[in-house]
């Protein structure tokens, strides 16, 4: 059994009281301001988790006014995030750029050599940290757990799991459930979550390991369900959904959603975009988001960030490890 969950600290939201719209900029802690557009660079393609969390970062940012130049979001996803930590080591010291970051920040380096050692980046803030659930067509005759593996199993390998790019964290959560029930799964890489989505409510795949921000919308309108969650404990949202560990699986698995700059990124930069994001983690309409999205809000930044991103590399190589995906 696998269990990739860890806690570095404790819920680390800053003590000091909650921000009105507009009332204090990064800024206050800095002398540094950017002087044009940030660019938010998005190592994963439209639609998915890490997109819709990027466009709502940079839609309250720009409501709360909590940065002096507009946030231009920017989608690189090729090469399961290749592309886009290419693009920021070949930026080095760029103080006008960030990159909105998922588990493909460990797993990709480690499956490629493309060059990149994510030591080298620089941490500026983790907002929360992302769950996992099954999902299966609403239409579906699988109602539990317990189903869901005996129907994979008569399927004789041609159950079919839609998940986000190869090697990714959709991969992985299915190889972990291939290996903790001995089955075979046909894995089908998409693009983006929001394409896996509209997969799986089509017809053209059998479940989905999905965000429940990247299904909520089909879960609400009645044509996906729930079976299981990778979490701990229940998530509020899916009181009813029991988690795999309660039924005796530890299967246990979170997606990390920061933001990290390039190598040599000015401390006055750092410390600005530091303090926006801790500010937007401080914001009514974030903190409303996580729980109606199923996220567990988790600010954590500096050193302890990057323990953070180091440990988790760790982990990762382990599992790619397992599944021989690993360069």
């Known amino acids: 059994m696998i269990n990739i969950f860890t806690r570095?600290?404790?819920?680390?939201?800053?003590?000091?009281?909650?921000?009105?719209?507009?009332?204090?900029?990064?800024?206050?802690?800095?002398?540094?301001?950017?002087?044009?557009?940030?660019?938010?660079?998005?190592?994963?393609?439209?639609?998915g988790g890490a997109d819709r969390l990027a466009r709502l970062f940079q839609s309250i940012i720009q409501k709360e006014k909590l940065a002096t130049m507009p946030v231009l979001p920017v989608n690189k996803g090729g090469g399961s995030g290749a592309e886009a930590l290419r693009y920021l080591k070949d930026n080095g010291g760029d103080d006008h750029k960030i990159m909105a970051t998922l588990n493909s920040y460990y797993t990709t380096p480690l499956r490629t050599d493309i060059g990149v050692d994510i030591e080298e980046f620089t941490p500026i803030a983790r907002m929360a940290l992302d769950t996992f659930v099954l999902w299966v067509n609403a239409d579906s005759d699988i109602q539990t757990l317990d189903d869901w593996v005996a129907a994979v199993k008569a399927s004789g390998g041609t159950w079919k799991m839609g998940g986000t790019g190869t090697g990714q964290e959709d991969s992985l959560v299915t190889a972990m459930l291939e290996n903790e029930f001995d089955i075979e799964i046909t894995y089908v890489p998409f693009k983006g979550g929001g394409d896996v989505a509209k997969n799986l409510v089509g017809g053209h795949i059998d479940s989905t390991v999905n965000n429940p921000s990247e299904q909520m919308g089909f879960y609400n309108a009645g044509k996906a369900r729930p079976i299981a969650a990778f979490?701990?404990?229940?998530?509020?949202?899916?009181?009813?959904?029991?988690?795999?560990?309660?039924?005796?699986?530890?299967?246990?698995?979170?997606?990390?959603?920061?933001?990290?700059?390039?190598?040599?990124?000015?401390?006055?930069?750092?410390?600005?975009?530091?303090?926006?994001?801790?500010?937007?983690?401080?914001?009514?309409?974030?903190?409303?988001?996580?729980?109606?999205?199923?996220?567990?809000?988790?600010?954590?930044?500096?050193?302890?960030?990057?323990?953070?991103?180091?440990?988790?590399?760790?982990?990762?190589?382990?599992?790619?490890?397992?599944?021989?995906?690993?360069?």
Not at 17 to 46: C, F, H, R, Y
Not at 310 to 316: A, G, I
Request: glycine share 6%; hydrophobic share 45%.
């Open 8 to 47: 570095r600290s404790a819920m680390a939201l800053a003590a000091s009281a909650l921000l009105t719209a507009g009332a204090a900029l990064p800024a206050a802690a800095s002398d540094w301001a950017p002087n044009k557009p940030i660019e938010m660079v998005i190592m994963a393609g439209q639609g």
């Open 231 to 327: 979490t701990p404990e229940r998530l509020e949202a899916f009181p009813d959904v029991p988690t795999a560990r309660e039924l005796g699986h530890d299967i246990v698995y979170w997606m990390q959603r920061s933001f990290v700059g390039p190598k040599d990124m000015p401390a006055e930069a750092v410390a600005y975009y530091t303090e926006l994001f801790r500010a937007l983690s401080q914001t009514e309409e974030w903190q409303t988001y996580t729980k109606e999205k199923a996220l567990m809000a988790d600010f954590l930044s500096g050193d302890e960030l990057q323990a953070y991103f180091l440990e988790e590399r760790e982990k990762h190589a382990e599992i790619l490890n397992m599944m021989g995906e690993s360069s």
